[in-house]
């Protein structure tokens, strides 16, 4: 029997019944899509946060508190601080002393530092809970920000304390709506400030809505507002992009020197025990990398699940199959009386299979692909920087279940179907 005979006979049987026939396709449809979904998700996430990390600059090395664990071992990847902050332990070592001996290193063009806090902010009636972003002038030409219109706060003004202030678009909107706010008075707590400039409208970036902030010279935060003198992070403008490891050890070596760690030594498996440092440096490529490990293996937990639709979308396959064998059980008798051999009998029934998984994997892709953009659509218009991609990967997963599940689940059927006996096939009839 040619395969066009084979093809023929099989459409010819799945069309018998069409309802059973078009619910074991939705099932792997439904399975297909999933995969299609989950990679673009990914590749969208992705994407999201790499541009929204990228928006800090591709060219620094940022400079962290970290809660020291004690637990020998521990590198610079380690977690724990997080945890331990949100507890609400906080480390105090970090100064502007240090940031001013790290901007010393040759390949160190330009350094800021940041501390947050959040206060409620008055003009007139109009009384806000804000955040306040303590920094220095040298923020608005290291990240992305600008100024819409008016001025950043200068050096000078930072270090003589001077009480100026620049808000964010929404922060300027609901202090002063429509009019100008540039040389007017806020109020933080008792203190008066004059607004001295609006910064662009830039909006939430890795969930912090930079537009509803209110920027002051960060010693002017520390010492009226905060009562403090250290801060959260540091940032680090590079000369030289590819000695940016090198530039993070320099790093790590004037902070140790400064926080009176010892410094660490290097063990045989080439890491270094960092359980005692009260900070963590980090790259852009490190950021990339640790965000690369996060993205795949929520890709990976995804496709887990996704593997079960597809389970459950084979086993109706092998089910539609076995069903397909009971009530054809005369035929096959007949075909196989006839002079039909084993793998005749097995091919009929496996092409039926797979042209069942085919034709839910075409409409599942199809499916994936165009539910896809409207997840990209809808994220765009709620004002993610969310991009549309099918991946080549994505497509080759979906292609390869669709192999797998219609082969794998209908082979058993189609061997029960090849196995009968003519004559005891012909005597069930």
């Given amino acids: 029997m040619n395969i066009l005979s084979v093809i023929k006979i099989s459409f010819r049987s799945i069309l018998s019944n069409k309802v059973r026939t078009g619910l074991t396709i939705l099932g792997i449809v439904i399975g297909i899509a999933s995969v299609i979904i989950v990679f673009s998700a990914g590749d969208g996430i992705e994407s999201l946060v790499v541009g929204q990390i990228e928006s800090y600059g591709t060219d620094i090395v940022v400079a962290e508190v970290r809660i020291p664990t004690g637990k020998k071992g521990q590198t610079s990847k380690d977690m724990q601080s997080g945890a331990a902050m949100a507890q609400g332990v906080q480390i105090t070592t970090l100064k502007l002393d240090d940031m001013e001996d790290i901007n010393k290193l040759p390949n160190v063009v330009n350094s800021y530092g940041g501390i947050m806090g959040q206060e409620q902010v008055s003009h007139g009636n109009e009384i806000r809970k804000a955040f306040l972003f303590g920094t220095n002038a040298s923020y608005i030409d290291i990240d992305k920000s600008e100024i819409e219109y008016g001025s950043f706060f200068s050096e000078e003004e930072d270090r003589a304390l001077s009480e100026v202030a620049v808000l964010g678009s929404k922060m300027k909107e609901k202090l002063f709506g429509d009019s100008d706010p540039i040389g007017n008075i806020i109020k933080i707590r008792k203190e ?11 909006g939430a970036v890795m969930g912090m809505d930079y ?9 002017t935060l520390q010492k009226k507002i905060m009562g403090i003198n250290h801060l959260s992070y540091t940032v680090h403008q590079l000369k030289d992009l590819s000695l940016a490891e090198e530039t993070a050890e320099d790093i790590r070596h004037i902070l140790r020197e400064n926080h009176d760690i010892v410094q660490p030594i290097t063990e045989l498996n080439g890491n270094s025990d960092l359980s005692k440092d009260d900070f963590r440096v980090t790259t852009m490529v490190e950021m990339m990398d640790m965000l690369g490990t996060v993205t795949n293996a929520l890709t990976l937990l995804l496709l887990a699940v996704v593997a079960i639709s597809l389970v459950v979308g084979g086993v109706g396959i092998m089910n539609i199959m076995y069903v397909s064998v009971s009530e054809r059980t005369a035929e ?24 069942i998984t085919f034709v839910g994997g075409i409409i599942g892709i199809l499916g994936g692909i165009f539910i896809s953009f409207l997840i990209s659509l809808g994220a765009n218009k709620m004002g993610f920087d969310w991009e549309f991609n099918i991946s080549l990967n994505s497509l080759m997963v979906a292609t390869f279940f669709s192999l797998v599940f ?5 082979l058993y059927p189609a061997r029960k179907a090849a196995k009968l006996s003519p004559i005891e096939a012909l005597r069930k009839e």
């Fill in 406 to 410: 219609g082969v794998g689940f209908g």
């Fill in 332 to 355: 096959i008798g007949l075909r196989k009386a006839l002079g039909a051999k084993y793998f005749d009998i097995m091919l009929q029934f496996l092409s039926e299979s797979i042209i």
């Fill in 211 to 219: 537009d509803d902030f209110v920027y002051i010279p960060v010693r």
């Fill in 192 to 202: 008066k400030f004059r607004v001295i400039g609006i910064m662009k409208e830039r």
